[in-house]
């Protein structure tokens, strides 16, 4: 076997309420705001061997909310953002979808995830989503990983939900900078 064939670790990123500030709808490049943390933390996974992927519901696009082209532009200055923080990520996989669609991407589907472990050779089994959202950790779970919820963006507010949940995330953490630490830890031990 060649080396190609080695599949490697992902984390999969909520955007919004994870890696940066969450804005009801964000429409415009200028509303992105990273957290303190963003940057450091996506290194810290990139050395740690993990491929860094972000996946995002951004249904304000079939809300007719904003556009395709408008995202593009948002994504762009997050890259930008990150970029200028000393910090890179592999991909961004979006989802425009709302849930009466019933497309295969909208978390907590995991079609972006599986469109992802597709593109970059990546062991699901070994990767991880990281969110602030019941759909964040559960997508982790779909997709033959693990998932933990952060308590930034909505995440408090997810907590009392989760008790009805039948899945629990593997934890939940105060920041993606916890979670990461965290990721990093299971990684060794497993
Ligand atoms: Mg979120
Ligand atoms: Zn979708």
Request: charged share 25%; with cysteine.
């Amino acid at each position: 076997m060649g080396t190609n064939n080695i599949k490697v670790p992902a984390v999969f990123l909520d955007r919004d309420g994870t890696v940066i500030f969450d804005k009801n709808y964000l429409s415009l490049p200028e509303q992105v705001k990273l957290y303190s943390y963003a940057a450091d933390s996506i290194n810290r996974l990139r050395a740690a061997g993990f491929k860094v992927i972000i996946v995002t519901n951004q249904s304000g696009v079939t809300r007719q909310i904003f556009t395709e082209q408008d995202l593009r532009k948002i994504h762009k200055r997050f890259e930008f953002l990150l970029k200028k923080a000393g910090a890179k990520i592999d991909a961004i996989y979006y989802c425009p979808h709302t849930d009466k669609n019933f497309c295969n991407c909208r978390k907590p589907k995991p079609g972006m995830v599986l469109q992802g472990a597709k593109d970059f050779n990546i062991n699901l089994e070994k990767s991880y989503t990281v969110g602030d959202s019941i759909r964040d950790y559960l997508l982790g779970y779909n997709a033959g990983g693990k998932g933990i919820l952060t308590l930034t963006g909505r995440g408090k507010k997810q907590q009392t939900e989760i008790a009805q949940e039948k899945i629990k995330p593997m934890a939940i953490c105060k920041t993606l900078k916890e979670a990461v630490s965290l990721i990093i830890k299971d990684a060794e031990e497993s």
